[in-house]
């Protein structure tokens, strides 16, 4: 038991040290040797757990949508919300996670899939939208699947646009934004009403996540 938890620790430590030289240097810039020596492993730890330098940044872009289980909510339209307002929180707040999502947007970086991140995403939407649907919760003319990517590519641009501006200072804000234009045209009336779309909503979720039980937001 306690080598297992010195092993996750381990891979923790890697992820964590690619994920500020990716951030400070680029993809392509980085080296496996910048990252032992941040990480403070050796060579073999390093390759224990990861295969080569595409196999480390693959799981530093996976890292985005990993996150403890967030709280049921009464209606799937505010699970959505809620997934959008922590990853803005947590980007702003969490070095791992704004690498991963600039290895996903960094265009320069060749030979690893930048796909996957964003079709995990898209998906997870997808899955919130369809059983909002199903209890009634959208319009009639809503499609899921288009809907997802909508949502997802717009967070990808405001989020891009808010680092270069501010270096996402005002991301809660502006993803509260989007939220409030967009989800008018999804949403049926009654459920709108009961949306918490405040910009401090990513936040307050990061502080209940240790008091989360395990299966609380599980997809049904």
């Known amino acids: 038991m306690a080598q297992q938890a010195r092993a996750i620790q381990t891979r923790r430590s890697i992820l964590v040290a690619a994920a500020a030289v990716f951030d400070e240097r680029g993809y392509s810039s980085a080296t496996i040797s910048e990252i032992l020596a941040r990480a403070g492993v050796t060579k073999g730890a390093l390759y224990f757990h990861f295969t080569s330098k595409e196999d480390l940044a693959l799981g530093v872009m996976d890292v985005q949508l990993d996150s403890d289980p967030l709280p049921a909510q009464l209606t799937k339209l505010q699970e959505l919300v809620d997934q959008g307002m922590l990853l803005a929180h947590r980007l702003r707040h969490e070095p791992l996670v704004r690498a991963s999502v600039g290895l996903a947007m960094d265009q320069?970086?060749?030979?690893?899939?930048?796909?996957?991140?964003?079709?995990?995403?898209?998906?997870?939407?997808?899955?919130?939208?369809?059983?909002?649907k199903n209890?009634?919760?959208?319009?009639?003319?809503?499609?899921?699947?288009?809907?997802?990517?909508?949502?997802?590519?717009?967070?990808?641009?405001?989020?891009?646009?808010?680092?270069?501006?501010?270096?996402?200072?005002?991301?809660?804000?502006?993803?509260?934004?989007?939220?409030?234009?967009?989800?008018?045209?999804?949403?049926?009336?009654?459920?709108?009403?009961?949306?918490?779309?405040?910009?401090?909503?990513?936040?307050?979720?990061?502080?209940?996540?240790?008091?989360?039980?395990?299966?609380?937001?599980?997809?049904?």
């Open 108 to 132: 320069a970086v060749e030979g690893l899939d930048r796909g996957t991140p964003f079709r995990a995403w898209i998906d997870r939407l997808e899955h919130l939208l369809t059983a909002a």
């Open 135 to 220: 209890q009634g919760e959208l319009l009639p003319h809503v499609n899921a699947r288009e809907t997802a990517e909508m949502l997802a590519g717009s967070f990808s641009g405001i989020q891009v646009m808010s680092q270069a501006l501010c270096k996402r200072e005002d991301l809660g804000r502006r993803i509260s934004v989007l939220l409030h234009y967009v989800l008018p045209s999804i949403s049926t009336p009654a459920v709108l009403a009961t949306l918490d779309m405040a910009e401090d909503r990513g936040e307050r979720l990061f502080g209940t996540l240790g008091s989360v039980p395990s299966q609380a937001g599980a997809p049904d």
